[in-house]
């Protein structure tokens, strides 16, 4: 199984960079994935890392150490609307994705 | 991008009854479904593994005989909560992979058993 850990709540100001990280326990690993929630919607993806380092994507980047078990997400220039779940989720060698129970972002101006 | 869509998004029924979800795969053919359930607060717990022309597979917790899936095509898939009861209730959500094995999510059901 996956055991994936990630803060409860994060509070940040309008323009500011954020960081949510991610620790994971893994049976078998074939990625790493950020979505982002917002309540009382469906997850949407953000991004992908398989390989370690950066993975950048205007706003958001995201970064991978296989070996420590270990990824980020940083949100930069926050904006209102970012304020979401944020979920990291670890797929397995079945294609399964485990989430871990999400980091909620509140933006504050 | 690819879409998956999901009917009904909101269903209130009663305890007792039975409710029938549909996951389609609107522009692409999904050989795998996934079935994820949320309750509020907590994040998304994989339910069962539906495969096209096969039985899908539970996963450890989650009753089969309750939770009946049913995956007859390459873009339908549905799940069927039988003699829902509140404890029921929850968001259910769908996700279907493609050819290159990536998931896609549908919008997610909202299910409130009175």
């Known amino acids: 199984g996956q055991n994936i850990d990630q803060p409860t709540e994060m509070t940040a100001t309008e323009g500011a960079i954020v960081q949510i990280n991610c620790t994971y326990q893994?049976?078998?690993?074939?990625?790493l994935f950020w979505y982002q929630q917002h309540a009382g919607e469906a997850p949407t993806f953000l991004s992908y890392?398989?390989?370690?380092g950066l993975e950048e994507k205007g706003r958001f980047s995201s970064f991978l150490s296989r070996s420590k078990g270990y990824s980020y997400l940083l949100l930069k220039e926050l904006q209102m609307k970012d304020s979401a779940s944020y979920l990291c989720?670890?797929?397995?060698?079945?294609?399964?994705?485990?989430f871990g129970a999400g980091t909620t972002v509140t933006v504050r101006a | 991008g690819a879409v998956v869509s999901q009917h009904p998004s909101r269903v209130i029924c009663k305890s007792g009854t039975s409710v029938k979800i549909e996951c389609r795969s609107l522009?692409?053919?999904?050989?795998?479904m996934f079935w994820y359930r949320q309750f509020p607060k907590q994040s998304l717990m994989l339910m069962a593994t539906?495969?096209?022309?096969?039985?899908?597979?539970?996963e450890q917790g989650v009753e089969k005989d309750k939770f009946l899936i049913n995956h007859a095509s390459l873009t339908l898939s549905t799940l069927t909560v039988t003699s829902a009861h509140p404890e029921d209730s929850s968001f259910y959500i769908c996700?279907?992979?493609?050819?290159?094995?990536?998931?896609?999510f549908g919008p997610g059901t909202r299910l409130t058993v009175l």
């Open positions: 522009d692409f053919q999904a050989t795998t």
């Open positions: 890392n398989v390989l370690d």
């Open positions: 996700s279907a992979t493609d050819v290159y094995n990536e998931q896609f």
């Open positions: 893994t049976s078998g690993f074939n990625g």
């Open positions: 539906s495969n096209e022309g096969s039985k899908a597979t539970y």
């Open positions: 989720a670890v797929r397995d060698n079945d294609y399964k994705l485990s």
